[in-house]
């Protein structure tokens, strides 16, 4: 069991940065792929990045590659994104989530609260 808990969400202009971090509990942190997701109102949830579990292997959706950089602190149990160049399109939820590397939600089995990131122009 993991239990995981996002922040580091807030409001910025647009071009400017965040970085969010996502907690784990427990001790089998390091043996989970860990996936970067976010949801806009009105919009399914989408894939934004994941990072396997020795952080040596990332995947970025089109939309956010060259701009947002996963890692992970297996010793620390977090997760970060960082998020650079933000556009106001990036406004959504964004949620840690730890299962299979992969970039379809359903192959995640533990999932955060989420933490809101707004981008205005």
């Known amino acids: 069991q993991v239990q995981l808990v996002e922040s580091g969400g807030g409001s910025v202009q647009a071009g400017g940065s965040l970085r969010l971090s996502c907690a784990a509990s427990?001790?089998?942190?390091?043996?989970?792929?860990m996936g970067w997701f976010r949801q806009a109102p009105g919009k399914e949830r989408e894939f934004v990045g994941c990072i396997s579990t020795s952080g040596e292997i990332t995947s970025y959706a089109e939309s956010v590659k060259g701009r947002f950089t996963i890692s992970r602190d297996n010793a620390g149990n977090t997760v970060f994104l960082q998020m650079n160049s933000l556009k106001p399109e990036d406004t959504a939820v964004y949620y840690c989530?730890?299962?299979?590397?992969?970039?379809?939600?359903?192959?995640?089995?533990?999932w955060g609260q989420g933490t809101q990131v707004t981008v205005s122009s």
């Open positions: 989530a730890a299962g299979q590397y992969s970039r379809k939600p359903g192959f995640y089995d533990f």
């Open positions: 427990g001790r089998t942190f390091s043996s989970y792929d």
